[in-house]
C-alpha cells in the first residue's frame, strides 16, 4: 500500500500520476467551492484554466446555459457570475445549472491529472466521503496540493495529512509514504486544519486582506457533505451520492 | 525581516531569488561533500548540470588539472575520479585542486541562483558559519531547499526548518516567514536533523541501498567546519576563514 503527497504540482512529472487515483487539494477556495456548489446541486463544473478559455467555453454551451465562475487575486472577475467564496455557491444560485471556473491554483492543478485513474476533488468539507471511497476500492492513494501560484501552500499540505492520517486509519497496514507524505502528517498533527492554520498560511491572509475572512471559517467545515466529485473529461460531477453509506 | 524557505527549486519563478542572500542545501549529499572538499583544502569547484558540461570543463582546464567529482543515481560516474560521498574529499585527495562536480539534485539548484545577490552553500557541517554570516550581514535570507529530482525532500527541509530556527535565535525580532518557512521549522523540530531523519527520508534510503550507509552519520555532523562557501561566477570557493569569530 502506497500513499503519495506532492507538495506542490510542480513536484510532477509526467510520469507521476500515470494510472493512479489522485485528490486534488486546493481548500482555500476552489475545491471547497466545487464540493459545495455540487452539494447545492449544480449540474456539473468545468475547471479550465484561463478566462479566455471559461468565456470561450460559456460561448459554446451558450452563455445563457451556464455560470461563470472564478476569482484572480482572490477577487471575483469582471463580468462572471460568480467569484471563488463558496459561501456564495447557494441551491437558488447553483441548483441544475452547469458551471465553467477558473481559478489561480486549483483548477490549474486538476488540468495536470490527464494520465491519473481517477481524479477526485478533495475539500475538509467532503474528508470522510473521499477517505471512504479510497478505502472502499483499495487504492493507493495521490494527494495533490494545488499550491499557492508555484509555491509551497501549507493549508493545502496539513489537510493532505489529514486526509492521509485518515485514509491511514481506516485502512490500517503497512503504508509507504513518500517524502511528502511524511511532512504532511507531520503539518497536519503541528498546525490542525482549521482557522488557526489558514490564518498563518499566505493563501489565507490573503484572502483577509481581501474583505474575504468568512470564508476560512467555512472553508475549515470538516465531513460536513458526503459527496465525492469526480473529474472526468474536463468535467467534474459526483461520482454517487454515499449519504448513508459511510458511518 | 524576511525568511523564505523554498521546499523544491520548482517553487522558483525568475523573480523569486533577485537580490536575495540565498543558501543552497543539499544535505544528502552535493552540499556536504562541497563543505567537506573545501575544509580539506580544494581550491575551489565548479558545479555543472551535466556530465558532458563537465567532461567539457575538465577539457578546457586540461583534464589533468582539475578532479571530476559527481554521482548518478548515489554512485560514481564512470571516469571520474570522486564520487559524491563526503568521504572521499580528504586533504590527500583533494588539497590545493580544482573540482568539477556533477549531481543529480545540488548542482542543478545551484545552477537556478543566478539572479541572487549572494549564494551560499549550507550542510550541517557547516551551520553555525553560515548562520553568522548571515546575521553579520543582517540579511532577509532564503534557503532553497535541492530536492530530490524534482520532488520534495524531506531531510532538505528539515535541515533548512534548523538553519532557519539558528537564524531567528540569533537575531530575534519580527520575522517574516514564508510557508515553506513555517513548514520547515515545523520539520527540524518534529524530525531533527540527524540519521534518524535521513532513514525515514527516501533519498537517505536510496543511500543506505547503495551501500554507502556510512554517509549517512557522516551528513548529519552539525558545526564541525567553520566555514562559508560562497557561488560566485558559476564557482564555488571559501568566502572568508571563519574560525574563531563565532562563538
Request: proline letters at 4%; glycine letters at 8%; one cysteine or more.
Amino acid at each position: 500500500m502506497r500513499l503519495d503527497v506532492y507538495l506542490t504540482p510542480g513536484e510532477l512529472t509526467p510520469a507521476t500520476l500515470t494510472g493512479r487515483t489522485v485528490v486534488v487539494l486546493d481548500v482555500l477556495r476552489a475545491s471547497t467551492s466545487i464540493v459545495e456548489a455540487l452539494s447545492a446541486g449544480a449540474k456539473s463544473i468545468f475547471p479550465v484554466a484561463s478566462i479566455e478559455e471559461a468565456l470561450r467555453l460559456a460561448n459554446n454551451f451558450g452563455r445563457d446555459e451556464v455560470l461563470l465562475a472564478g476569482e484572480r487575486r482572490c477577487l471575483p472577475i469582471e463580468g462572471f457570475d460568480l467569484g471563488n467564496s463558496p459561501t456564495e455557491y447557494t441551491r437558488e444560485r447553483v441548483a441544475g445549472k452547469i458551471l465553467v471556473m477558473t481559478t489561480t491554483n486549483g483548477t490549474a492543478a486538476m488540468s495536470l491529472t490527464t494520465s491519473a485513474a481517477r481524479v477526485f476533488i478533495g475539500s475538509m468539507l467532503n474528508l470522510r466521503a473521499v477517505v471512504a471511497e479510497l478505502v472502499r476500492t483499495d487504492s493507493d492513494p495521490v494527494l495533490l496540493c494545488a499550491g499557492r501560484e508555484t509555491h509551497f501552500s501549507l493549508e493545502d499540505a496539513a489537510c493532505a495529512g489529514e486526509f492521509a492520517s485518515r485514509i491511514m486509519a481506516e485502512r490500517p497496514g503497512d503504508w509507504a509514504l513518500n517524502d511528502g507524505a511524511h511532512a504532511a502528517l507531520t503539518l497536519a498533527r503541528s498546525f490542525g486544519t482549521g482557522v488557526d492554520l489558514f490564518e498563518i498560511a499566505a493563501g489565507g491572509r490573503s484572502i483577509v486582506e481581501a474583505g474575504l475572512a468568512d470564508d476560512l471559517e467555512f472553508c475549515a467545515r470538516t465531513d460536513v457533505h458526503d459527496i465525492v466529485p469526480v473529474l472526468q473529461e474536463r468535467n467534474i460531477k459526483l461520482l454517487q451520492p454515499l449519504i448513508g453509506t459511510t458511518s
